[in-house]
């Protein structure tokens, strides 16, 4: 399957999924992140701000913030993907495709990042991703040192994944578990 279709298979599995399993689904993803030792570690935290369907992000900021982490958002600049800082929901702006980004938030540089949280619509074990198709997260892990984590639904992760030479595989995954009835 090319990357294309598998995009499209995975935003209609997420649109399927019943609220009510995304957020039993969120809760046990957050319970694994909060725990981790790279997530108790962590002052500085960039991941992205999730709408829709996606992993829900805005438990995290919160809990980031009471822990009195720095969060950082992405933001795409002249081509390039860099993360801005910010500290409450007011001080995002609606950017493109209707993502929520930080208005004018302060530039947090790669090596103030302890850690990435990486987005992506499908996994493999082996921590490689497929994103949503403009290679600005692959791009900017090249040279990253700190911990990456992605936050994975259990139909997330699949066999087979097309690989190219240019993707960086995320250190961690952590997936959520299928309920048992």
Known sequence: MDKAQLRQEMKAARQKMPADSRMGFDRQLQQSLFQHPCWIEAKTIGLTISVGTETNT??????????????????????EMVFRGFSNKSELKKASFGLLEPAAG?????????????????FNDSGYRLGYGGGYFDR????????????????????SLPVESFDVPVEKLLI???EKT
């Not at 009471?66 to 933001?75: D, H, I, N, S, Y």
């Not at 900017?140 to 066999?159: A, H, N, R």
Request: aromatic content about 12%; proline content about 5%.
């Open 58 to 79: 805005a438990g995290i900021f919160k809990r980031a913030w009471l822990e009195g982490k720095r969060t950082a958002a992405p933001v795409i600049e002249r081509g």
């Open 176 to 178: 959520a578990a299928e």
């Open 106 to 122: 302060e530039a947090v540089s790669k090596d103030m990042l302890d850690l990435l949280i990486v987005p992506g619509l499908a």
């Open 140 to 159: 900017y892990l090249i040279d990253y040192k700190g911990w990456t984590v992605s936050l994975v639904y259990p139909f997330q992760l699949v066999e």
